[in-house]
């Protein structure tokens, strides 16, 4: 049988101790409900640990619509948690606990020891300190057929009863952290609308020759700049090159039409500009000089700066023709085209698209097929970049989360201390509708409206005495909650504008052999 949770306050279960899941429980508690934080790892935070190892990327400090447009399709459903708890209120949260951080010559945000870990010891403790239980290694099975929550454990099976649930399970990449995906048939059972997952910021299969595989796997391409279609304004950063392929920021930020491109073509092409510092045609004019006896190969490295990798990929895709002829590979050097035949596997992606559709959610992010059961962070249908921009999205949607939690279980409290109101009704009726036989009793109609006027002014003071208990508690835990968590968005005195150190500048561009090692950035 179901364990029913006694506690004098309504108890919340939380699903996932990611930063959603973490960041809901925080809101939850202020507001003076009991939360159960429940996790299928040994620890909670797994991955936004491992996130920080190459420096913890916070969020970003651009203006605030251009950071919402970085959500594409997804940016008007999260644009109200955002908007309430954007880069600034998250820089001053982290603040709060301790944290200092500066913001990066490209605008992203970091702690300023560029660790995740003090982060996530000082954020747990507060949590442990608002009375928060942790069950680790608590595997969630579903629900069973009283609707109770079943966890695997090591010591076997529990089903527990909640007043509501909030799922932060993660997407689908990199399960040895805990992001599975393994609750896409659970709440498909539950006939929950799931967009199937897909992987984001993710690298590509590229057919190489094995003498540039051999060669030049692991190295990156710095200072260079590319696009998903031959005319578009090109975004200029960093990738590296793979023994089967491509990935790191640069390919990262593109991952999104790349990935929709071959989904509809069977493949897609990244447009590689080698030297975006340089016009075409002041790569023409240089390519065209008199070289002497110079080869090829001296000439583009003397006059553009172009060896190692980036003239290895020359030779791989310019013909031999081509490679002869200032014009044609000067053309070549701008707009270089790589062909990528499909994405790596959703379990090497940095990030999860596809998810739980906010069609199946209400404005509380509640699943309208299952009440009081709430979702939040990356197993939502978005996607978004690295550079900050997962992690706040993360943050907001948990915190959205807690208070849809609050709002749900404040209006279920107030309705069931609402008093009842039959037995004054049934006697203002009587007074309305006299019997005949009373109207004739002259004694008898003055002592019943007597009675009545009396019932009907402690039936009034009654609704305004119980009235009053629900709004002072109301009262006192939305305050509490807005109070702890909406900072002011102010440039905090602490956030300091400094140049990266070259690890920051470099967390997202991962060589083949560190990510065999490690994954990079961030949940």
């Given amino acids: 049988m179901p364990k029913k949770k006694s506690t004098a306050s309504p108890s919340v279960a939380i699903i996932g101790g990611g930063p959603a899941g973490l960041m809901a429980a925080e809101v939850i508690a202020a507001a003076g409900f009991s939360v159960e934080l429940f996790d299928a790892m040994p620890s909670v935070g797994r991955k ?34 955002i908007e309430q708890f954007g880069a600034n209120a998250l820089t001053a949260w982290v603040h709060d606990l301790g944290i200092e951080t500066f913001i990066g010559s490209s605008g992203r945000v970091f702690p300023k020891e560029m660790k995740a870990a003090p982060l996530l010891r000082a954020w747990l403790a507060r949590l442990k300190a608002s009375g928060v239980k942790f069950h680790v290694r608590h595997r969630w099975l ?17 089903q527990l009863t909640f007043d509501a649930v909030v799922l932060a399970l993660g997407g689908g990449s990199w399960a040895k952290l805990g992001s599975d995906g393994a609750w896409v048939p659970l709440l498909a059972e539950q006939g929950v609308d799931i967009v199937p997952l ?53 390919v990262y930020a593109l991952s999104s039409q790349l990935r929709d491109d071959i989904a509809e073509h069977g493949s ?32 583009l490295r003397r006059k553009l700066g172009i060896e ?20 044609k590979l000067a053309a070549a050097i701008k707009s270089l085209a790589i062909t990528l035949l499909a994405p790596r596997p959703l379990d090497e992606a940095i990030s999860t698209a596809g998810g739980v559709s906010f069609a199946a959610l209400d404005a509380n992010l509640m699943l309208k097929s299952a009440p009081k059961v709430f979702c939040a962070g990356e197993m939502l249908d978005w996607e978004a970049p690295t550079g900050g ?34 037995a004054t009704s049934t006697a203002e009726r009587k007074v309305a509708k006299p019997k005949a036989s009373a109207a004739l009793d002259s004694e008898a109609v003055p002592v019943k409206a007597k009675r009545v006027s009396k019932a009907k002014v402690d039936v009034a003071e009654a609704i305004a005495a119980t009235a009053e208990k629900p709004k002072t508690r109301a009262a006192k835990a939305v305050p509490a909650v807005s ?39 961030q949940e």
């Fill in 48 to 81: 936004f640990l491992l996130a920080g190892v190459g420096g913890m990327n916070i969020t970003h400090a651009e203006d605030a619509a251009q950071f919402l447009g970085r959500y594409g399709s997804a940016s008007q459903n999260l644009a109200p948690m």
């Fill in 142 to 158: 579903g629900w069973d057929k009283n609707q109770a929550l079943r966890f695997a454990n090591p010591e076997g099976e529990v």
């Fill in 268 to 299: 897609a092409t990244l447009w590689l500009d080698l030297v975006p510092q340089k016009s075409l045609a002041r790569i023409t004019e240089e390519l065209s000089l008199p070289r002497g006896a110079d080869s090829m190969a001296n000439h």
């Fill in 483 to 521: 109070t702890e968590l909406e900072a002011a968005p102010v440039k905090p005195k602490r956030v300091r504008k400094v140049a990266e150190a070259p690890a920051a500048e470099e967390v997202d561009v991962v060589s083949a052999k560190a990510k065999r090692a490690r994954k990079p950035t």
């Fill in 198 to 250: 897909k992987p984001a910021n993710c690298g590509f299969d590229v057919a190489w020759s094995t003498h540039l595989s051999e060669k030049f796997a692991g190295s990156p391409l710095k200072t260079v700049a590319a696009a998903t279609r031959p005319h578009d304004a090109k975004k200029v950063g960093e990738f590296v090159l793979t023994a089967g392929g491509v990935e790191g920021s640069l």
């Fill in 308 to 327: 190692g990798v980036k003239a290895g990929l020359l030779r791989e895709l310019v013909s031999k023709e081509d490679f002869m002829q200032p014009a």
């Fill in 389 to 422: 921009y997962l992690l706040t999205a993360c943050f907001s949607s948990g915190r959205a989360a807690g208070l849809g939690v609050i709002n749900c279980l404040q209006a279920a409290t107030a309705l069931e201390t609402k008093p009842k109101k039959a």
